[in-house]
């Protein structure tokens, strides 16, 4: 019994990995960044190199490999250690930029781990997506929105190199440092996104307010007339900090900040980024069983 | 709202995948052999001509002394004898009296591509004919650390465990493109590749005729006394 169309198949699957190898192959970089062990990266725009922030272990004298053969001297534009990505600039590189796959990965998904770990051409293991979630909380400290989780073997210097789909379109940034013992990745969209603010601002803006808090619950008849189980109990204000210039005492209950409600740590770690740092923002407090509105200029931190 | 409609394809890409798979472990299982030395446990092999040519690893026989024996999917046992061995290429040629063997084809490793699907047959943990997946992850060469040679790799993420060593790694096709050996191993399985083999193997005859002409000459001449090397052996040997 032959039937082409089985037999054939499983040549076919094979081909198309290779070539979804072959294609992501040129803006693959070898990045040179730390002693002895060097990493992976990919061109994402002219000029621009996406790769790990934790490889970097210097500021200067960062060179990369190219799949042609070229050492180039890499200047570090930006870093952000909290998602583990930094952003490279080569002068002269020349090299079309990969792909951003054109939806979010999906659990089940076949997917490629590439990397560049040395001279002798690009590497790969396969895997599938095995967890696509958020946000979580990185070994750095920092929150990550959104995270792929595969199961594709992250060879040494595969950091920095990306996840690809079967046609060599980039899923998101492979990193080992973010979180123990799983191999996880950057979402491409967060990746491009981080890159882009990289290259403007040179770091991520985190916002803090200056407060200890732990998480309590509250009982029904301490809502103060929200709907949320718990809230945030300030058990430290920091001098000059500014939850301390804005008003914010010890024994407040964190509801809320600039519209949104606060249950745990998580929540409020997430609403401190982007354009609210250096801004004032309602804060909303219980306090003596009842709700009020603080204004607090979110700090920025260094 | 209305349910969003799920187009069924006219036939699942993954069970057409699967079923080519499955055939092709069929049509090459037969040419996968276990090979038993001594008071070690199973080895690999493949046969590579229809007369009785099976190569292996060489640390799957390399202990001497020990019964050699070939096991083939249709229940028979041949004692093999070692043709040839190779300890840095970490490869052995054995012969079984036998004919009309199922010969594995091989394909030419220097074709591989990084990405492309590879199957592993073998014996791993004892465990007869297990078959494995995986894909092409590097091609190169690699300093072996106790001789200083450069051996040429294949290296790739079929999962690979001691049993395995000696048998086939095989592309889409169901062709041999390498020998799986371990011993350069980690986390990464690492095989020779098919080129290496095939050139091994030309060398054959030639190899035969110079140890045939040295025996003679050996023969004309008093034996030397022979110096006990087991304990060297056995302290530096393979594990």
Redesign the interface.
Known sequence: MTDPTNTDMFGTLSNQMADAVERISPALVLVNGRRRHPASGVVYAQDLVLTADHVLERDEDISILTHDGRTLAAELLGRDPASDLAVLRVQGLGIEPAQQAASEARVGQLTLAVGRPSDEGANASLGIISAVGGPVRTRRGGMLERYVQTDAIPYPGFSGGPLIDTSGAVLGILTTGLMRGVTIGVPAAHAWNTAGTLTQHGRIRRGYLGISSQAVELPESQRAGREQESGLLVVRVEEGSPAAQGGLLLGDILVGLDGQSIADIDDLQALLVGDRVGRAVPVEVIRGGTLQTVQVTIGQRN | MEAPVLEVPA?V?SD??S???A??VDRVRPSVVQVHSGRRGAGTGVIWDADGLVLTNYHVVAEKGGRLQVGLTDGRTFEAQVIDQEPKLDLAVLKIPASGLPAAPAADSARL?????VVAVGHPWGQRWVVTV????????VRVPWNGHEAQYI?S?VVLAPGNSGGPLL???GEVVGINSMIFGG??SVSIPSQVVTKWLAGLEERRARRESRQQQAEEFAPRPRVAHGWRRRRFGWR
């Open positions: 036939y890409l057409a995948v079923t080519a798979i055939r092709m591509r990084v990405g492309e699907m995986g894909i092409v992850g590097g091609l190169g060469s290296r993420d592309n889409a096709r986390d990464l």
